[in-house]
């Protein structure tokens, strides 16, 4: 299982190279890890290969989300990962194009942390990944840090 700090789920493969272009400013070098779709990601948390069937699991430290995903959605993901014992308490942020008053309704209704709709502009998304990043890595404590904050 990879050691990372931040798990992608984003089917658009040019989203997902600007979100991890924008992550390079973080340095947190390989400690970032792309996924395409629901089932991978699924597969990720809760699979035969996953994080949850090692004696030594290490869970992201920020899951961004997006919900409109192939084979299995977002809300479906987030629906799983929040109501397990285990993983509920990764922060995750939906980054997603859907402004739907339902999609954010739902999203919080299932746990999200957070909900960012993707601004259109390349420079403001950038902008909006990289603190999206800088926040819940730096700045949020959370359940695993122990009461202690980082600093970078």
Do not use: C
Request: glycine share 6%; proline share 3%; charged share 30%.
């Amino acid at each position: 299982m990879d050691n990372i700090d931040i798990l992608i789920v984003e089917d658009n493969r040019h989203d997902a190279e600007l979100i991890l272009e924008a992550l390079e400013g973080l340095d947190i070098g390989d400690k970032v890890r792309a996924i395409h779709n629901g089932v991978e990601a699924l597969d990720y948390f809760f699979g035969p290969e996953g994080s949850l069937k090692k004696a030594d699991v290490h869970l992201p430290k920020l899951l961004l989300l997006d919900l409109k995903l192939p084979k299995v959605s977002g809300l479906e993901i987030l629906k799983r990962i929040k109501s397990d014992k285990r993983t509920m308490h990764v922060p995750t942020v939906i980054f997603t194009s859907s402004s739907e008053s339902q999609d954010r309704s739902e999203s919080y209704k299932l746990g999200a942390n957070s909900y960012v709709v993707k601004p259109m502009d390349a420079d403001m998304f950038s902008r909006y990944v990289y603190d999206i990043g800088e926040y819940w890595l730096s700045m949020n404590t959370t359940i695993y840090d122990g009461g202690a904050t980082r600093a970078r």
